[in-house]
């Protein structure tokens, strides 16, 4: 009996699936609206794919980037720490001359890390964390790199843009020519990633990240036709980018499970912010946030609350997670599941989340959250429980009870001073570990004019 029993022990420990270290898939969406995929409740755009990968994830209910625009939010996934703490508030403008606007240096990468633990680094599509050759995601952890180094680019070749728009797609380092709808290409890419390294020892981390389904509006006419009942040609076209997307990680989930690598692989999955609120510039407000009020570039919950998912099979059980957590979270969960945590910095602002989306632990991950635009003195936001101050620069502070109130249209500001004055306080002390953007965003499609030194 004991040598049987011995043999089902080493059998388990010898599991493929229970031994090895997990591989790591992040899937960022660039502009998505909040209520436009199927797992949301959207009834108008179809995403059977992640619809599915829902399934087998733990939904977020509250889950939260640490910006409400581009390129801050992925400096936080990228670092595990709030972007403010080092500078990185604001979008860099397409400068390849400058070496300030971008993640800067000093700052240590979720590949690096993962390099560290031993794992192979890849990423595909956006980049947007600084156009200088410094800054180029070879440079900063990843092994393997192909994608649009800017903050977005046209889908189609052959269109025409502005020039970061139009700049070549770029494989480690080298121009290279796009061959087809972008959103697809960057899908054969990634699949190809995972294809090239299913049979190696060695792990892998892989950062897909999709310019859809942001600006300019261009899509596949298979998709357009698919959404041709939707009157407003701005909805329909961003209606199909988004099922383009949606295919597109469809694709990349089949080569998980050709390759066997479906269950012993860890997913992330969320938008860098909420969709865009785009009425004055084109007639249409083409994204949905709802029931969430605001929308990209605002501290209220449309601005950073976003679809957020975590699929693990080998470890998660599916259902869904209501605590908040935030996608700096991302680099100390993947250090924990690589059996590496020991490599986690000191200075993370992110946590790791195994022992809570597993029920080893209960209570809230994190005791507050934090977002903040234009630097000191702008607009604040902070979440405590259910409870959220909003402070747009210099005006009185409002408070929502995120429980009972998700589209924030009660304040509660004056019926509860004493839960002001302390979120105000906790404001103050966190912006006590910040510093002011060391950069600007440039300004209706130009560099923002630096400004001059006293």
Known sequence: MRPLLLLASLLLLASPALAAKPNVLLIVADDLGYNDVGFQGSKEITTPNLDKLAA??????????????????????????????????????????DTVAGLPLTETTYPHLMQKAGYTTGAVGKWHLGAHPQFHPNKRGFDEYFGALGGGHMYVPGTSGGAEYNIPLNRNGKDEAQTKYLTEQFGDEASSFISRHSGESKPWMLYLAFNAPHTPLQAPQKWLDKYSQIADKSRQTYAAMVSAM????????????????????????????????LQGRTGTNFTNNSPLRGAKGMVYEGGMRVP??????????????????????????????????????????????????????????????????????????????????????????????????????????AEKPEVVKDLVAAIAEWEKGTIAPIFESPKQGKPAAKKKKN
């Not at 403010?84 to 397409?94: D, K, L, Y």
């Not at 959250?369 to 959220?388: C, D, E, H, I, Q």
């Open 246 to 277: 949606d295919e597109a990680i469809g694709a990349v989930l089949t080569q998980l499970e050709t390759t066997k690598q479906g269950d012993n692989t860890l997913i992330y999955f969320v938008s860098d912010n909420g969709g865009p609120n």
């Open 56 to 97: 087998r994830s733990l939904v977020c209910t509250n889950g939260y980037v640490s910006h409400p625009f581009c390129s801050p939010t992925r400096a936080g996934i990228m670092t595990g720490r709030y972007q403010h703490r080092f500078g990185h508030e604001n979008n860099p403008a397409w400068l390849p001359q």
């Open 308 to 413: 957020f998912l975590v699929s693990w099979p080998a470890k998660i059980k599916p259902g869904k997670y209501e605590q908040p957590v935030i996608a700096l979270d991302f680099l100390p969960t993947s250090l924990a599941a690589a059996d590496s945590a020991t490599l986690t910095p000191n200075n993370l602002d992110g946590v790791n989340l195994l022992p809570f989306l597993g029920g080893e632990k209960s209570g809230a991950p994190h005791d507050t959250l934090f977002w903040r635009t234009n630097g000191p003195g702008g607009n604040n936001a902070v979440r405590r429980g259910s409870m959220k101050l909003v402070r747009l620069g210099k005006a009185e502070p409002e408070l929502y009870d995120l429980s009972t109130d998700i589209g924030e249209s009660k304040n509660l500001a």
